[in-house]
Structures are given as structure tokens and as C-alpha cells.
């Protein structure tokens, strides 16, 4: 005869022990970053549209400001146009912010999950709270 009671605690202990790696993992997931589009701008937008298509951004935006840097403070150019001719000042604040007025919720939230903080806000103005959503 064998005490059931032990034998269960005893797989109910070893399966604690190697589902370990499983659920210390729980804790820590980072959830996939979802950046928000749900701004008064961007509602109000007739063509829900980004400067350039969405999946050219995520990848380039990077790319596209140190370029908008150039162009506006070496060559005084302040006018972007879009593939699709629409027109927008070249502006960090006056423009991406003025659209994606909610920082915490867009860039932060992909910023936060790549662990990088933009060090721009030092010189430029930082995105206003009220305008958050
Ligand atoms: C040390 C101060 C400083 C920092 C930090 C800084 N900038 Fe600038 N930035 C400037 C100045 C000054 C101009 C020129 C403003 C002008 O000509 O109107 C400028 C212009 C720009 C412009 C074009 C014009 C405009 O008004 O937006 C862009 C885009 C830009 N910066 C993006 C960035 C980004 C992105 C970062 C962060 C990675 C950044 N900057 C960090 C000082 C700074
Ligand atoms: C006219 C409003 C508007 C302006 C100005 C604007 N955006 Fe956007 N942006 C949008 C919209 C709307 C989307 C989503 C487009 C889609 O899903 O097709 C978007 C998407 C993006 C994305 C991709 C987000 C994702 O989910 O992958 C990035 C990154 C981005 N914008 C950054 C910027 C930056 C940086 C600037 C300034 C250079 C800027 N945006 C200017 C409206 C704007
Ligand atoms: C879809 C996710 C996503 C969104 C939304 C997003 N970013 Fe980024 N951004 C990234 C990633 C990822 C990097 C790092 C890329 C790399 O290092 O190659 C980055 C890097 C940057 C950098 C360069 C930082 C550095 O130190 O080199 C700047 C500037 C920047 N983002 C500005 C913005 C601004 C402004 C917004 C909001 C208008 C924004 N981003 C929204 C994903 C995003």
C-alpha cells in the first residue's frame, strides 16, 4: 500500500517545480504595444492618414525626423507634401504632435516596450497633458 495523499503532493510539488520557468515568465510578459489612434485630430481627419503610409512610419519615422531636422533648420524648407499631395508644415511639435497629441498613449507606448527614451522634449515643447486622451 502507498499513501495516495503523499504521492499527490508530491507531483503537485514536482509539477511546481518544472512548470517554474513557465509562470515566473506570467509576471513579466510585456504586452505587445498598441499605439493609440483615438485623438480629437485624428478623429476628426477625413482620410485617417499618417504623413506617410502606416507601415513606411513604424518602421521610418525615425529616419523621416532626422530628415524634417535637416531640411527646416539647414535649408529653411518647411513645406512636406505627401505622395497624395496633401500638405503639412515640417514641425515635430506643430505637426506628428498636433495628430498624435497623445504621447503617453502613442509614441510612449512603443518606446516603453523597446525601452528607449527620445531625448527631443529637452529643446522641443513637450507634448501638452490636457491634450491626452
Ligand atoms: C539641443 C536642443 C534640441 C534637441 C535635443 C532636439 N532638437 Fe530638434 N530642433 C532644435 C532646434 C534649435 C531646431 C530648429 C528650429 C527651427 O529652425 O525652427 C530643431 C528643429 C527640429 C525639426 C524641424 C523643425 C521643427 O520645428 O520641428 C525637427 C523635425 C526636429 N528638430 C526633430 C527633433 C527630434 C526628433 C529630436 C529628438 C530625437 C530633437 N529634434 C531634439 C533643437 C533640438
Ligand atoms: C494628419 C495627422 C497625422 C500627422 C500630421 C502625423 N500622423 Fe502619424 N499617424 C496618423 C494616423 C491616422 C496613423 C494611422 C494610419 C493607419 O493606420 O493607416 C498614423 C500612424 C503613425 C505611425 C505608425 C503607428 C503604428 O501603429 O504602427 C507612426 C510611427 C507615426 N504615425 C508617427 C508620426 C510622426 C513621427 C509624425 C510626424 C513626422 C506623424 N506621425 C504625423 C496621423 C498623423
Ligand atoms: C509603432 C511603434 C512606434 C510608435 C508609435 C512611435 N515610435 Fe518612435 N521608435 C520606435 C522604435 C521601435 C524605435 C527604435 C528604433 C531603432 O532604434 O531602430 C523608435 C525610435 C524613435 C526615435 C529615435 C530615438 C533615438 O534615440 O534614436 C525618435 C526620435 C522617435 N522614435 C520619435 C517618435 C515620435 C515623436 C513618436 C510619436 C509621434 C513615435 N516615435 C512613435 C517605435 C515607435
Same mark, same amino acid.
Not at 489612434?37 to 485617417?48: G, H, M, N
Not at 518602421?59 to 507634401?81: C, M, P, Q
Not at 504632435?97 to 516603453?112: T, V
Not at 527614451?117 to 491626452?132: A, Q, R, Y
Given at each position: 500500500?502507498?499513501?495516495? /495523499?503523499?504521492?499527490?503532493?508530491? !507531483?503537485?510539488? *514536482?509539477? %511546481?517545480? +518544472?512548470? *517554474?520557468?513557465?509562470? !515566473? &515568465?506570467?509576471?513579466?510578459? +510585456?504586452?505587445?504595444?498598441?499605439?493609440? =489612434?483615438?485623438?480629437? +485630430?485624428? $478623429?476628426?481627419?477625413?482620410?485617417?492618414?499618417?504623413?506617410?503610409? %502606416?507601415?513606411?512610419? #513604424?518602421?521610418?519615422?525615425?529616419?523621416? =525626423?532626422? &530628415?524634417?531636422?535637416?531640411? %527646416?533648420?539647414?535649408?529653411?524648407?518647411?513645406?512636406?507634401?505627401?505622395?497624395?499631395? #496633401?500638405?503639412?508644415? !515640417?514641425?515635430? $511639435? @506643430?505637426?506628428? @504632435?498636433?495628430?498624435?497629441? &497623445?504621447?503617453?498613449? *502613442?509614441?510612449?507606448?512603443?518606446?516603453?516596450? +523597446? %525601452?528607449?527614451?527620445? /531625448?527631443?522634449?529637452?529643446?522641443?515643447?513637450?507634448?501638452?497633458?490636457?491634450? @491626452?486622451?
Amino acid at each position: 500500500m502507498y499513501d495516495s /495523499g503523499k504521492v499527490i503532493i508530491g !507531483i503537485a510539488v *514536482f509539477l %511546481a517545480f +518544472v512548470m *517554474f520557468p513557465f509562470y !515566473i &515568465n506570467i509576471g513579466v510578459v +510585456v504586452e505587445k504595444p498598441e499605439p493609440c =489612434l483615438d485623438t480629437p +485630430v485624428i $478623429q476628426a481627419l477625413e482620410i485617417k492618414e499618417c504623413v506617410k503610409p %502606416a507601415h513606411i512610419m #513604424r518602421a521610418t519615422h525615425i529616419a523621416l =525626423l532626422d &530628415n524634417w531636422k535637416d531640411l %527646416a533648420s539647414r535649408y529653411g524648407e518647411r513645406l512636406f507634401v505627401t505622395e497624395d499631395k #496633401r500638405e503639412f508644415d !515640417i514641425s515635430l $511639435q @506643430m505637426t506628428c @504632435m498636433h495628430c498624435h497629441s &497623445n504621447y503617453e498613449r *502613442f509614441c510612449m507606448e512603443c518606446h516603453a516596450f +523597446v %525601452a528607449i527614451d527620445v /531625448g527631443c522634449w529637452e529643446c522641443h515643447v513637450v507634448p501638452e497633458k490636457e491634450t @491626452m486622451r
